[in-house]
């Protein structure tokens, strides 16, 4: 099999390897990409956004009804285990986008036993946006969301007013948002920021009571005292579900890959593409392209595939992607050089 990199030079891939557990895959003459070892047995209170209806029915997930309750950064799972733990009739989602806190809540979860919380891996806002209805949540809690204390940085602040009225959205009427923070000034900040009429507001100093990470950090450092604002939700703000697109795939009548070259687009949607394959036993190329929109990056792989007398382009198959403008572009962008090359 050949492999194109953006340079054109080509590499050989010299194994690939997946017992459903861990594996390896090796390409090139020492780029060995490591797939961490992990135990598959936790990994079932994990809801796949790809691999599962979107939205999700979160009844079919949790095998009942029962009052949602949505954890925003959830770190290592500390506060999410013990509430589920308490409230076993609730519904527990954690949402957290750092894969090795995600393991270590998925950890704990098995340790105490726990049946009713289930974990996303993804960006918050995705989740809001495709994953739940609206007003459907009956609360929402974040606490220590990274407060991003530079100027510089504060386009970083994750609870800006677009985020408040997207979770307004999907909150339940009279549902609440408490978020809890160790630096005032992204309390006052978030202040500024709650859409008017959307919410009712609050807030209160607390002491240490939730013995996260984040929170035992900041008492190690001797700071005692917190600040915990309640939004409480007053009238609804209508965003409705942002939705899967459904993709137009490509014929083209000739297609050479040693030739193929192909540029990238940054505009509404930014489109990058890396290394392209060509399997020229099966007739089918392989192109590797990342595709990046507001929240949300995807690593799409798209297929060149040759029938009768012509050549199709569409999503590889078996790659788990959500259908989205940007990912039709992509397909776009390939048939349009490819006619070029
Ligand atoms: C400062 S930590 C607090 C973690 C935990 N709540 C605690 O108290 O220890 C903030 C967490 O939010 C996660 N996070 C930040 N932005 C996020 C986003 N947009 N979607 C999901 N998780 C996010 C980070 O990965 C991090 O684990």
């Excluded at 936790?42 to 979160?58: A, G, Q, T």
């Excluded at 609440?176 to 992204?186: C, G, H, Q």
């Excluded at 687009?265 to 036993?281: M, Q, Y």
Aim: proline share 5%; aromatic share 12%.
């Amino acid at each position: 099999m050949e492999v194109f990199r953006r340079s054109q030079e080509p590499i050989t891939i010299s194994g690939i390897d997946f017992d459903g557990t861990s594996g390896w895959i090796q390409g090139g003459v020492s780029n060995k990409i490591v797939v961490k070892k992990f135990n598959a047995s936790l990994l079932s209170p994990l809801v796949s956004i790809y691999e599962n209806e979107r939205p999700v029915d979160w009844s079919k997930q949790f095998g009942r009804k029962g009052p949602m309750i949505v954890e925003i950064g959830s770190g290592l799972g500390e506060f999410i285990v013990h509430r589920a733990e308490q409230f076993p009739k609730q519904n527990f989602v954690g949402i957290e986008y750092d894969w090795p806190r995600v393991y270590k809540t998925l950890r704990r979860i098995s340790r105490f036993n726990i049946k009713n919380v289930r974990l996303l891996n993804v960006d918050a806002r995705v989740v809001f946006e495709r994953l739940f209805l609206p007003v459907t949540i009956d609360s929402v809690v974040a606490l220590f969301p990274c407060p991003w204390p530079k100027r510089s940085h504060i386009k970083h602040r994750l609870f800006n007013r677009e985020f408040l009225q997207l979770i307004n959205s999907r909150l339940a009427d009279h549902g609440e948002l408490k978020i809890v923070t160790d630096f005032y000034p992204y309390l006052e900040w978030i202040s500024d920021e709650i859409p008017a009429q959307a919410f009712r507001y609050s807030e209160r100093k607390i002491p240490p009571q939730f013995d996260t990470k984040f929170e035992r950090r900041w008492q190690g450092q001797g700071q005692n005292e917190f600040w915990e604002l309640l939004l409480t939700k007053q009238s609804s703000v209508a965003i409705p579900l942002k939705e899967d697109i459904i993709l137009k795939e490509f014929s083209i009548s000739h297609f050479n890959a040693q030739s193929l070259t192909l540029v990238d687009e940054k505009k509404d949607a930014v489109i990058l593409f890396k290394e392209h394959f060509f399997d020229s036993r099966k007739s089918r190329a392989m192109i590797h392209a990342i595709v990046v929109e507001k929240n949300l990056t995807q690593h799409f792989w798209i297929a060149v595939v040759k029938q009768s007398d012509h050549w199709m382009i569409r999503p590889l198959e078996g790659c788990l992607f959500i259908p989205t403008p940007g990912i039709q572009r992509a397909l776009e962008l390939v048939r349009e050089q490819s006619s070029i090359s």
